[in-house]
């Protein structure tokens, strides 16, 4: 389990790499030069040239991607031109409510298709799976903006139960912030929660004698007579838990 959990983490180290090499050569090929575009047409080549050195875009490609990596798991994500503040200052404005919503929303679709999942699998073929999947596949089909938008007509604009937009800020208090951020996280949720129901079906196997896989993994570490272990019970489990470990959509249900 150890070596599988090494291999699992430098896969995903690897990845990483990989995407930030694309994401560099991607913005190497594209077309234009920043420190033209920062400075304008009028600029001269000299005031360009400048530029391109205290930016540091005369330095070889190795060397500038290394800086730009470094920089990466440094968190520092340079200087915005723009707002002439660094990056990050802007980052830290909004991961306030950006995280707090993000996480709204994943506990609330993880609530959701949890118990919708579980259920349909429960029932498969039989009537209640099909209600639970049409439900499932309404929510994957509907846009997310559209979904929004009756949203804040029927609970803003119609009950007027909250506000149709803006944030008072967390200075004003929990509760009126949550119930700004209420809309939102329901919009984004939903039709999360949705696919995360469809997966989970997909994935975990199809109920037999009223027993899925987690419930055998609950009757393994939960015996009620503390019963010895055979060993079909723990390569059953082992299994199980494999299962769970390969697949990103039952690891984020469960």
Same mark, same amino acid.
């Given at each position: 389990?150890?070596?599988?959990?090494?291999?699992?983490?430098?896969?995903?180290?690897?990845?990483?790499?990989?995407?930030?090499?694309?994401?560099?050569?991607?913005?190497?090929?594209?077309?234009?030069?920043?420190?033209?575009?920062?400075?304008?047409?009028?600029?001269?080549?000299?005031?360009?040239?400048?530029?391109?050195?205290?930016?540091?875009?005369?330095?070889?490609?190795?060397?500038?991607?290394?800086?730009? @990596?470094?920089?990466?798991?440094?968190?520092?994500?340079?200087?915005?031109?723009?707002?002439?503040?660094?990056?990050?200052?802007?980052?830290?404005?909004?991961?306030?409510?950006?995280?707090?919503?993000?996480?709204?929303?994943?506990?609330?679709?993880?609530?959701?298709?949890?118990?919708?999942?579980?259920?349909?699998?429960?029932?498969?073929?039989?009537?209640?799976?099909?209600?639970? %999947?049409?439900?499932?596949?309404?929510?994957?089909?509907?846009?997310?903006? #559209?979904?929004?938008?009756?949203?804040?007509?029927?609970?803003?604009? #119609?009950?007027? #139960?909250?506000?149709?937009?803006?944030?008072?800020? #967390?200075?004003?208090?929990?509760?009126?912030?949550?119930?700004?951020? @209420?809309?939102?996280?329901?919009?984004?949720?939903?039709?999360?929660?949705?696919?995360?129901?469809?997966?989970?079906?997909?994935?975990?196997?199809?109920?037999?004698?009223?027993?899925?896989?987690?419930?055998?993994? %609950?009757?393994?570490?939960?015996?009620?007579?503390?019963?010895?272990?055979?060993?079909?019970?723990?390569?059953?489990?082992?299994?199980?838990?494999?299962?769970?470990?390969?697949?990103?959509?039952?690891?984020?249900?469960?």
């Amino acid at each position: 389990m150890t070596a599988y959990l090494a291999k699992r983490l430098a896969i995903a180290a690897a990845t990483l790499v990989l995407a930030s090499v694309v994401v560099f050569a991607v913005l190497e090929v594209v077309p234009g030069d920043p420190a033209r575009l920062m400075l304008g047409m009028n600029a001269s080549a000299e005031q360009v040239e400048q530029l391109r050195t205290q930016m540091g875009l005369n330095d070889p490609l190795l060397l500038r991607y290394l800086h730009w @990596a470094g920089g990466i798991l440094r968190l520092d994500f340079g200087r915005s031109y723009t707002y002439s503040v660094p990056v990050i200052d802007l980052v830290r404005e909004r991961v306030i409510v950006s995280l707090p919503l993000a996480l709204i929303a994943l506990a609330l679709s993880t609530a959701i298709a949890l118990p919708v999942g579980l259920y349909a699998a429960s029932r498969h073929g039989r009537m209640g799976d099909t209600l639970a %999947m049409g439900a499932t596949q309404f929510g994957v089909a509907v846009p997310n903006f #559209w979904f929004a938008l009756l949203l804040v007509y029927l609970f803003a604009v #119609w009950l007027r #139960w909250v506000p149709a937009g803006g944030f008072p800020g #967390w200075s004003a208090g929990v509760g009126p912030a949550l119930k700004a951020l @209420a809309l939102p996280a329901v919009a984004l949720a939903l039709p999360q929660a949705a696919i995360l129901a469809v997966g989970s079906v997909q994935q975990v196997p199809v109920v037999r004698d009223g027993e899925i896989a987690v419930g055998s993994v %609950m009757k393994l570490t939960l015996s009620a007579d503390h019963r010895a272990l055979d060993g079909a019970e723990v390569a059953q489990f082992l299994g199980t838990v494999k299962k769970y470990l390969q697949n990103p959509v039952l690891l984020s249900v469960a």
